[in-house]
C-alpha cells in the first residue's frame, strides 16, 4: 500500500523555522519527483517546492526562494521541507507528493498533478 505521511507541523512565531518531515511506505523514494504544497484557508492549493528524481533539479514558488529548502534522504526514503524566517503568509496545511513520472520539475509543481499524496500538517505562524 502506497503511503505518505507528513509530520513536523505546528505553531511557531513569526521569523522562526520548522521542518517538516514526509515518509514513504509501499514504495521506495529514488525514482520519484517528490514536492510540497500548501493549502491556506481560502486560497487555492498551490507548489511551495518539488525536487526532480533524475537529476535533483528543483522549484520553489518566488514567495519562499531563499527561506525554504526541500530535500530528500533515500536510505529514510523521506523528504524534508526546511522553512526558516516563516511569515504568517505561510500558515497553510503543508503536504507531500510523490510522482513516477518524468516531467519538467517545474511544471509538475506548478500544475499539482501528483499522483500520491500525504494527508498534510498544519503549519500555523503567528505570535
Known amino acids: 500500500q502506497v503511503q505518505l505521511v507528513e509530520s513536523g507541523g505546528g505553531l511557531v512565531q513569526p521569523g522562526g523555522s520548522l521542518r517538516l518531515s514526509c515518509v514513504a511506505s509501499?514504495?521506495?523514494?529514488?525514482?520519484?519527483?517528490i514536492g510540497w504544497f500548501r493549502r491556506a484557508p481560502g486560497k487555492e492549493r498551490e507548489g511551495v517546492s518539488c525536487m526532480s528524481s533524475s537529476d535533483g533539479s528543483t522549484y520553489y514558488i518566488d514567495s519562499v526562494e531563499g527561506r525554504f529548502t526541500i530535500a530528500r534522504d533515500n536510505a529514510k526514503n523521506t523528504v524534508y521541507l526546511q522553512m526558516n524566517s516563516l511569515k504568517p503568509e505561510d500558515t497553510a496545511v503543508y503536504y507531500c507528493?510523490?510522482?513516477?513520472?518524468?516531467?519538467?520539475?517545474?511544471?509538475?509543481?506548478?500544475?499539482?498533478?501528483?499522483?500520491?499524496w500525504g494527508q498534510g500538517t498544519q503549519v500555523t505562524v503567528s505570535s
Open positions: 507528493a510523490a510522482d513516477i513520472r518524468r516531467l519538467s520539475i517545474a511544471t509538475l509543481c506548478m500544475s499539482g498533478f501528483f499522483a500520491n
Open positions: 509501499g514504495f521506495t523514494l529514488d525514482n520519484y519527483s
